[in-house]
């Protein structure tokens, strides 16, 4: 950040009003993306949960990959288990963590949303985003057993135990399913 742009954020107040409209709109818009689906996901259907003219709406997001960029930011950090240097406990904890976030955050459902609308370099952009944060714990954790092509496997082959069941078969898998992933990785270390 330039030197200019901190003073200026030291010297004028954030309008609460921007934020709490920001705020709004991106929990109502990540509201009807979950539990209605991206074909509900208009501005007048946001407007309307959010209680805010359409003509708000688009003047600060005009597309409709706009209202699911906005949507992400309710989101906010996934959620991630705390460490206990045990690799098998923690990984197993942390694959239960995405599991939930999958099911109660509806992340499916997000993703499938922008891979409908944004381009091609938004969609990479918001899912490395997405990736990044969700991956660090499991990260952090393998590194100290694996490296190079090897940790990205672990990390790809862990990360599709949740992922690739909730995209591809609308299901999760159960606590047996992501134990004997786990297992698998551990045992190989």
């Known amino acids: 950040m330039a030197f200019g742009q901190k003073l200026e954020q030291l010297t004028v107040p954030a309008d609460s009003r921007v934020a709490r409209t920001r705020a709004d709109v991106a929990r109502s818009a990540l509201a009807v993306l979950t539990q209605e689906g991206s074909d509900a996901l208009t501005h007048a259907r946001v407007a309307e949960i959010?209680?805010?003219?359409?003509?708000?709406?688009?003047?600060?997001?005009?597309?409709?990959?706009?209202?699911?960029?906005?949507?992400?930011?309710?989101?906010?950090?996934?959620?991630?288990?705390?460490?206990?240097?045990d690799l098998r406990i923690d990984l197993i904890a942390e694959l239960k963590l995405f599991r939930h976030a999958v099911i109660e955050l509806r992340l499916d459902r997000v993703l499938?949303?922008?891979?409908?609308?944004?381009?091609?370099?938004?969609?990479?952009?918001?899912?490395?985003?997405?990736?990044?944060?969700?991956?660090?714990?499991?990260?952090?954790?393998?590194?100290?057993?694996?490296?190079?092509?090897?940790?990205?496997?672990?990390?790809?082959?862990?990360?599709?135990?949740?992922?690739?069941?909730?995209?591809?078969?609308?299901?999760?898998?159960?606590?047996?399913?992501?134990?004997?992933?786990?297992?698998?990785?551990v045992r190989s270390d």
């Open 112 to 185: 499938i949303a922008m891979s409908q609308w944004a381009s091609v370099e938004t969609v990479s952009r918001l899912r490395d985003a997405i990736n990044t944060n969700a991956q660090r714990p499991v990260r952090q954790m393998l590194e100290k057993s694996f490296q190079g092509p090897q940790l990205e496997a672990a990390i790809s082959m862990l990360a599709g135990v949740v992922a690739c069941p909730s995209l591809m078969f609308d299901t999760v898998p159960s606590d047996d399913v992501i134990e004997a992933a786990v297992d698998m990785i």
């Open 50 to 85: 959010a209680g805010y003219s359409k003509t708000t709406l688009y003047s600060h997001w005009p597309s409709k990959i706009d209202l699911v960029l906005v949507a992400l930011d309710a989101l906010g950090d996934m959620p991630h288990h705390e460490a206990t240097g």
